[in-house]
């Protein structure tokens, strides 16, 4: 500790980064706050790439560092408008015979409140902070959503530290306290019985080192860190590893896990939370781990949805949906992205009119008209959704435009994540009074980013 101190002391005096290091004076600041610098508190650092996401760092006690914009954050919750959208989602999921658990995670600030330096608060309040992730989490139920009583761990922390104490991702330690909750919530579900189980059980794996997002901008604004902190990581393995579990034919997992970073399985064994695994040995079940890194609030569950896994015949019974409880829900895109992914689309559906096109690679602000609904053979066409399918992968940026013969037009932008497979895409036609009762004329599709081979575009209406 008194080397770090002492590089700490060091750094205010040699180093100045972005001219923000050199404002502390040695014969002011005392300890490890030699670390810290006024740039921190610039808005000018948090304006590009990842450094938006960690507007702005606070310090808090014991080297922990905090984002004031997201971690002391004390508004959650999904917009009213949206509400009838999420149990819209859940009754499809529903009527699929599949049941969703969301699986929420509570903010920095509200697990780790005994961190915080009372005058670096940035407007957070406990009290109204947590009687609004408690109203969250009823609005998910009420939608329709299995949903643990995650208040019992904001109340009452558990031992260990839930998340890193310079990094936005939960520890082991946070993701078990997680899992079992959820497990305990799950097993109270009547559908639980039929689920087909199987026992695991869980061992120390290597440790988990952790530089820390935050720490990382924290060296980049003033040019200190704290360095790395160590953590035990797990593994989860069956109970059953003999020769015969290895080669028997396995079914179809019936619970699958979606969710970002702090879900998601690595290769790198040392950047694995094990909350698969928890899941796993606290339910006593098989599951199909679909959850990846950066990838916002619904990419993993559209990962999984259209890809080959899912069989909207032989569904799953159960979707583990693990989410921050920053995101609110709130994109009316992602509905209609999902519900028709959900019902499995045009195979399972009628088709009103199709067309597919050949073209050179595609253009940025190119206008490609995908479907036209005009002259002797125009249909009657005010609801149903549109199923793209693209050849070239790699066109994940573009825009969707829908005229209506009442002179409106609805203009959607698809930006899917590098990590997202790309050549699929569903839209539900809008739902907004402004179309209600008008009939498609058009359908065209224009990039925002250039294509790298030539391409098939193959569009279809459904109802």
């Known amino acids: 500790m008194k080397s770090l101190i002492a590089l700490g002391l060091a750094a205010c005096a040699l180093f100045s980064v972005q001219g923000a290091a050199a404002d502390n004076n040695p014969g002011t600041c005392k300890g490890l706050e030699c670390l810290m610098c006024t740039g921190l508190s610039d808005p000018s650092h948090y304006t590009e790439g990842r450094m938006k996401l960690m507007r702005e760092i606070v310090p808090g006690k014991d080297r922990w560092l905090f984002r004031s914009a997201v971690d002391l954050t004390n508004d959650f919750g999904i917009p009213a408008p949206m509400r009838p959208e999420f149990a819209r989602l859940m009754d499809t999921f529903h009527r699929q015979g599949i049941q969703v658990a969301m699986a929420i995670q509570p903010t920095r600030g509200l697990m780790h409140r005994d961190k915080l330096y009372a005058d670096k608060l940035h407007g957070f309040d406990y009290n109204r902070a947590s009687n609004n992730l408690s109203n969250y ?214 088709e009103v009119m199709a067309n597919r096109l050949q073209r050179p690679a595609l253009k940025v602000n190119e206008r490609i008209e995908l479907l036209s609904n005009a002259g002797e053979a125009r249909k009657t066409v005010n609801g149903g959704f549109l199923d793209i399918r693209i050849s070239d992968k790699n066109v994940k940026d573009f825009y969707v435009i829908v005229y209506y013969d009442n002179g409106a037009r609805d203009k959607v932008w698809f930006r899917r994540e590098a990590v997202v497979t790309g050549g699929q895409y569903y839209l539900e036609l809008s739902r907004a009074k402004e179309f209600a009762g008008a009939n498609l004329l058009s359908v065209f599709m224009e990039p925002t980013k250039p294509g790298s081979a030539a391409t098939q575009v193959e569009t279809r209406l459904c109802l």
């Open 137 to 350: 989490l009823q609005q998910l139920r009420n939608g329709g959503a299995i949903v643990a009583p995650m208040m019992q761990l904001v109340q009452t922390p558990p031992t260990g530290e839930f998340f890193f104490r310079r990094d936005h991702h939960w520890t082991p330690s946070g993701a078990e306290a997680t899992a079992r909750l959820m497990a305990e919530e799950i097993r109270r579900q009547p559908f639980y019985a039929e689920l087909d189980k199987k026992q695991y059980r869980t061992e120390p794996g290597v440790m988990v080192p952790k530089d820390g997002t935050l720490n990382l901008a924290l060296s980049y604004i003033c040019g200190n860190n704290y360095g790395f902190q160590y953590v035990r990581g797990y593994q989860t393995i069956p109970t059953d590893q003999g020769a015969d579990a290895l080669f028997d034919d396995a079914p179809d997992p019936q619970v699958i896990l979606v969710g970002d970073s702090n879900a998601a399985a690595r290769e790198d064994e040392s950047k694995q939370f094990n909350f698969d695994g928890y899941l796993k040995q606290y339910l006593d079940v098989d599951i199909l781990n679909y959850a990846l890194p950066g990838v916002g609030q619904d990419g993993s569950l559209l990962e999984y949805l259209l890809s080959e896994n899912y069989k909207p015949k032989a569904p799953p019974k159960l979707i583990i949906w693990e989410l921050p409880a920053n995101y609110q829900l709130e994109s009316e895109l992602m509905y209609r992205q999902l519900i028709p992914a959900i019902k499995g689309g045009c195979p399972v559906s009628t």
